[in-house]
């Protein structure tokens, strides 16, 4: 006989029995709602890699799927190697894997790409901005693409100081910038120049043809007039400048040698695309670059001038990477408002 069709077999429960299918309704819709939260804060881990595994594929292809593939066992034969621990995906991936762990009960992060070259130019950096600010480098793999460096902590990024603390996070940046560029250029390396950087802007690129031909007078007016060249991050942008203990520490500096000013380029358009969301975007471009010039003592039309070029340059680099350049044109226009340039220039 099937009691559960019968509407009396209900008073065969005792309370002892209802108490329990109570507790157990409520414990699934716990489960069901941390089952939800589980679910949620998946899909935005995966949708995070999925714009990282989006991006490794428009730049490498095949080859940057095969890489993709072969990830976790990288990664485990590093973990072995290394003896690290409890190692975690990032989920601000964009170019590189970035993982969180342990070695030796010290927090570190273990970084990978595709491109060896480039990670090793970037450990031959951390190295030399090891007393100037830089994250420390702990050791490196050149045949798996991976270094392995200290962990910044807490670790938050200067993106929190954005929109609300312009001024500190502008002083924090000139003060790192000062520190990093006493650092020498090392010796046993090549490293690109801006001018090697800037020989892009000659070639024809699908970006509006007046933007172009400004940024080359640009770089004719700046290459006039020659500067001490040093040691550059190349890339000190809010992201890549983290919390550390009490004070803050660069994290991946690409190398490159010119004048200091080229450095302050990348944090006037970042963070990015955010800083295009603001309603008085003119007003903070206008306010970091004279903010910049006083605390670093430096011109406020070349700041702006390289802030121009930086701008085109990075456009150009999204074309080759296969990115959609929408929201780097949009930022040139932003630039190369009249009203804007008539202030500096
Ligand atoms: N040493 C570190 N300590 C703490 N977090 C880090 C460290 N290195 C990288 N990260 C985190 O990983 C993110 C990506 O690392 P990054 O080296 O900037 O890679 P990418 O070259 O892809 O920009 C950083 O924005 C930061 O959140
Ligand atoms: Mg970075």
Known sequence: MDFSKDKGYQFYFSWQDLFLIKKREKDRSRLFNLTRLFVKEEKSVLKNHRLFHQNIKAIYGDRGAQWLGDLPAIINLLADSWQLNQL??????????????????????????????????????????????????????????ALLMERAMPGY???????????????????????????????????????????????????????????????????????????????????????????????DPKGVIGEEVFDVAAFIRNPFPDLLLMSNVQNILYNRIHQFSKHLNMDPVRLYYWSYVYAILSTIWALEDGLDPENFIRFIEILDCSEYTNVFL
């Open 157 to 251: 990024s200067l993106k929190l100081l954005f929109p609300n603390d312009e001024e500190e996070a502008i002083q924090i940046t000139s003060q790192l910038m000062a520190n990093m560029h006493r650092a020498s250029v090392p010796s046993h390396v090549q490293i690109p120049t801006v001018n090697q950087w800037l020989a892009t802007l000659d070639k024809d690129w699908s970006l509006p043809i007046h933007y172009l031909q400004k940024a080359r007078k640009i770089k004719q007016y700046l290459s006039e007039k020659s500067l001490q060249s040093i040691l550059l991050h190349g890339d000190l942008h809010h992201d890549n400048i983290l919390a550390h203990k009490k004070g803050w520490v660069v994290i």
């Open 88 to 145: 975690e995906m990032s989920k601000n991936l964009s170019y590189h894997a970035v993982l969180t762990g342990i070695q030796k009960g010290q927090p570190i992060i273990l970084k990978l790409g595709l491109n060896h070259q480039d990670l090793m130019r970037e450990a031959v950096m951390l190295q030399a901005f090891q007393e100037y600010g830089g994250v420390k480098l702990l050791t490196q793999n050149k045949e798996q693409g």
